[in-house]
C-alpha cells in the first residue's frame, strides 16, 4: 500500500522527475481538461469531496506508470503556511517541472486558514455541514466547511490557482488536494465522521466509479503519513474587536431580516450594523447567515470574488470564531448570470455571544472584495435553530 507523505519529507527529484515526465507527455493537460469538463457538478455540493479523490488518485497512477515507486504527496497548509519549497525552486518551468508561472503568493488574498478554522470544520458531524449537500447536484450553492477552507489556499497562490478550468495545470493544486484528500480520511476515522446518505451516484468523467467506490482509501490502495494534531483554538477575544461602518440608506428589519434588498449593493466597501439579540434563545444548537439571490457582477474571471462576513470579529483571521471567510475562488465568471445563496455557519460565535460573554449589541458586518465588482443580494437573514 502507498503512503502519501509531506512534501515537506521529499527528499530526492524522483517525484519532480515523474512529473515531468507527466508534463512532457501531455498527460498533465488531458488531466487539466477533465476538471474542466465537468467543472459545475462536483464544486459547490456533496460531489465535491468523492469526485476530487478520484482525480487525484488518476494523477498518482498515471505518475506511478512513470515511476511506481513514487505517491503524490499533500501539501499541510497549516503546519506550512508558504508555498513548498520543492515547487518553489528552481524558479523556472524549464528547470523544475513542479513550479509554475503566475503565482501570485498572497496578493490576492494574503490569508491561510487557522487551525481555528480547520477545528470548526473536523468538529462537524454531518456530511453535508463537512462535505456540501448531496440534494444540489448541479448547482454551487451548497458546498461543505472544508470546500470553503480549500479556496482560501486557490486565491492566496493566485494565478492558474484562481481559475477553474486552469487551476489544475499548476502542480501545487495536486498537493493541496492530497491535504484536502488527507483532511476528509481524517474525519472519516474520526467519531464525526459519517458517509452520505447516497453513495451510488456516478462520478463525471469516471463511468466505472461512483461516490461508494472511493469512500475507503485503503481500498484504494494508499495511506497518509500522520501529521501533528491541531493546537487548540482560543475563545474569540473582544479586545480585538473593531468597530465598522454603519450601513447607509438601507432597510434594516430587525434581527431577521439583517439587510433588506431589493438590490442590496456592495461595492469595494464593509459595512455593518448592530444586530439585537433580544429574542434568540441562549441554547441555540446551529445559526448560519444567509446571503438570498447573490450575484455577482461582471469584472475580471481571474480575479477571486472574496465575501467576508463578521459577527463582533476581526479583519485578520480567517477563523470561524471571529471572521467568515468565504472565497468564491474561482472568480465566478460562470457564476455571473445566476443566483445562488450562499449560507456562512455562525453557530460558535453565537453560542459565545448569547453565553454573556460577548458586548452587546452585536456587530454583523459584510464585506466584499475585489474593488470595482460589485456583489448584489436581494436580502441577508440570521437563522437559528
Excluded at 459545475?40 to 465535491?48: C, E, I, K, V, W
Excluded at 477553474?164 to 502542480?171: E, M
Aim: charged fraction near 20%; proline fraction near 9%; glycine fraction near 10%.
Amino acid at each position: 500500500m502507498g503512503e502519501r507523505k509531506n512534501v515537506q519529507s521529499l527528499s530526492d527529484e524522483r517525484f519532480r522527475n515523474a512529473f515531468s515526465e507527466l508534463k512532457s507527455s501531455g498527460g498533465l493537460a488531458r488531466l487539466v481538461n477533465v476538471h474542466s469538463d465537468g467543472q459545475t457538478p462536483q464544486h459547490g455540493n456533496g460531489l465535491f469531496l468523492p469526485w476530487h479523490r478520484a482525480y487525484i488518485l488518476d494523477l498518482e497512477r498515471k505518475l506511478q506508470s512513470k515511476d511506481p515507486g513514487v505517491s503524490l504527496p499533500f501539501w499541510d497548509w497549516i503546519g506550512t503556511p508558504r508555498l513548498p519549497d520543492i515547487y518553489a525552486t528552481p524558479s523556472t518551468e524549464e528547470t523544475n517541472s513542479l513550479y509554475h508561472n503566475g503565482r501570485t503568493l498572497g496578493l490576492e488574498n494574503p490569508d491561510f486558514p487557522s487551525n481555528c478554522c480547520l477545528d470548526a470544520a473536523m468538529q462537524e458531524d454531518t456530511f453535508e455541514g463537512f462535505g456540501g449537500d448531496y440534494s444540489s447536484f448541479g448547482n454551487q450553492d451548497s458546498p461543505g466547511k472544508l470546500e470553503n477552507l480549500h479556496g482560501l489556499i486557490h486565491t492566496w497562490v493566485g494565478g492558474d490557482m484562481e481559475a477553474l478550468a486552469a487551476s489544475p495545470g499548476d502542480p501545487i493544486f495536486w498537493a493541496h488536494h492530497a491535504n484536502v484528500d488527507r483532511l476528509w480520511a481524517a474525519w472519516q476515522a474520526s467519531p464525526q465522521g459519517k458517509d452520505p446518505d447516497t453513495t451510488d451516484i456516478p462520478l463525471p468523467g469516471y463511468p466505472d466509479l461512483t461516490v461508494e467506490k472511493v469512500l475507503d482509501i485503503k481500498t484504494l490502495g494508499y495511506n497518509y503519513a500522520s501529521v501533528a494534531p491541531l493546537a487548540p483554538c482560543p475563545e474569540p477575544d473582544e479586545r480585538r474587536l473593531p468597530r465598522g461602518r454603519r450601513l447607509k440608506n438601507r432597510t434594516i428589519a430587525g434581527l431577521i431580516p439583517v439587510f433588506e434588498g431589493p438590490n442590496l449593493d456592495l461595492v469595494d466597501e464593509s459595512i455593518s450594523h448592530p444586530l439585537p439579540t433580544t429574542g434568540i434563545p441562549p441554547d441555540i444548537s446551529r445559526a448560519d447567515v444567509a446571503f438570498v439571490n447573490l450575484r455577482i457582477g461582471p469584472g475580471n474571471a481571474r480575479t477571486p470574488a472574496v465575501l467576508r462576513l463578521t459577527l463582533n470579529g476581526t479583519d485578520n483571521s480567517n477563523c470561524p470564531e471571529s471572521l467568515f471567510g468565504t472565497p468564491l475562488w474561482n472568480g465566478l465568471g460562470h457564476l455571473s448570470h445566476r443566483k445562488l445563496t450562499l449560507r456562512v455557519d455562525v453557530t460558535r460565535t453565537l453560542k459565545v455571544i448569547m453565553a454573556g460573554r460577548s458586548r452587546l449589541p452585536v456587530q454583523i458586518g459584510v464585506r466584499f472584495s475585489p474593488p470595482g465588482r460589485p456583489l448584489r443580494v436581494d436580502r441577508v437573514v440570521l437563522r437559528y435553530s
